[in-house]
Nanobody, 123 residues
Framework: QVHLVESGGGLVQPGGSLRLSCVVRGSIFSIAAMGWYRQAPGKQRELVATVTDDGSTNHVNSDSVKGRFTISRDNAKNTVYLQMNSLKPEDTAVYFC???????????????WGQGTQVTVSS
């Protein structure tokens, strides 16, 4: 069984910071792209940022998170991080990580999701 396990969410005041972590647990052959999405109440899930296996990054939702959020990964730990600074109330959402996984050299790629971690920005 393979699981993506997120941690680091919680309640923070506006202007504060949080660091989310997501670790891939289980037997895998390779991890390609990893990313973070978020879903606010009553809204569709949106892509926040992605990072490729070589560490290049792409903040998709650049207008809302540019300069505040940073995605990174540690391949040795099969972990992706999302550093969130200068948090705003509109950042309140459930944050999900995902990863493109391969279980052998011949298997196809599969996209796995974490269970989500709640981030609430409020005074």
């Amino acid at each position: 069984q393979v699981h993506l396990v997120e941690s680091g969410g919680g309640l923070v005041q506006p202007g504060g910071s949080l660091r989310l972590s997501c670790v891939v647990r289980g037997s895998i052959f390779s991890i390609a792209a990893m990313g973070w999405y978020r879903q606010a109440p009553g809204k569709q899930r949106e892509l926040v940022a992605t990072v490729t296996d070589d560490g290049s990054t792409n903040h998709v939702n650049s207008d809302s998170v540019k300069g505040r959020f940073t995605i990174s990964r540690d391949n040795a730990k099969n972990t992706v991080y999302l550093q969130m600074n200068s948090l705003k109330p509109e950042d309140t959402a459930v944050y999900f990580c995902n990863a493109d996984l391969k279980f052998s050299s011949l298997s196809p790629w599969f996209k796995y999701w974490g269970q989500g971690t709640q981030v609430t920005v409020s005074s």
